[in-house]
T-cell receptor, first 112, second 116 residues
């Protein structure tokens, strides 16, 4: 069974631009969560989607948004990028029982 | 408020030494879940264990063992006879029952370096 796939692996953007990250969950998983990882703040929860609906949201500004499609694939969008948005963005999916999260390898975003 | 504290930022040991990674958590819920994840240099977090708040039995899996003590709000992780391949960042995390699984509160992580 294929794991959680995130694309692209690396991304370089400049301040003010917007970016879209993609996540394909493990087959059969309907829940997708996004996390931001930085050296200073560590791993922080962004949001979770389940069956195309946002089920939970962390404390991030409205510039961070996401969506989920009917095939459970998810995208995360960050508009008006700031230098502080440079981070590793991790996506995770979980099975219907929700016992644990399976993580992808992440997208490393650098904002210049 | 929920919080997870991993006081040890970095630990360095020599191969075959035993090492314990500490985790202290805070939550007001009576039902919650505790996790340990391993993050190798590739970046992907690898699930190690999930424990619910009603199960205080210690668990052993090969060289790994976990000690859960509700009285001290701790969920410590011990690696016996460490190996170079154990070098990684280890995260302890908390999930409250009402979060339906997707939201974890992570500690800051402990970077373990095992030297040959």
């Amino acid at each position: 069974k294929a794991g959680v796939t995130q694309t692209p692996r690396y991304l370089i953007k400049t301040r003010g631009q917007q970016v879209t990250l993609s996540c394909s969950p493990i087959s059969g998983h309907r829940s997708v969560s996004w996390y931001q990882q930085t050296p200073g703040q560590g791993l922080q929860f962004l949001f979770e989607y389940f069956s195309e609906t946002q089920r939970n949201k962390g404390n991030f500004p409205g510039r961070f948004s996401g969506r989920q499609f009917s095939n459970s694939r998810s995208e995360m969008n960050v508009s008006t990028l700031e230098l502080g948005d440079s981070a590793l963005y991790l996506c995770a999916s979980s099975p219907p029982q929700g016992e644990k999260l399976f993580f992808g390898s992440g997208t490393q975003l650098s904002v210049l | 408020a929920q919080k997870v504290t991993q006081a040890q930022t970095e630990i360095s040991v020599v191969e075959k030494e035993d090492v314990t990674l500490d985790c202290v958590y805070e939550t007001r819920d009576t039902t919650y879940y505790l996790f340990w994840y391993k993050q190798p240099p590739s970046g992907e977090l690898v699930f190690l264990i999930r424990r619910n708040s009603f199960d205080e039995q210690n668990e052993i899996s090969g060289r790994y063992s976990w000690n859960f003590q509700k009285s001290t709000s701790s969920f410590n992780f011990t690696i016996t006879a460490s190996q170079v391949v154990d070098s990684a960042v280890y995260f302890c995390a908390l999930s409250e029952a009402g979060n339906q699984g997707g939201k974890l509160i992570f500690g800051q992580g402990t970077e373990l370096s095992v030297k040959p």
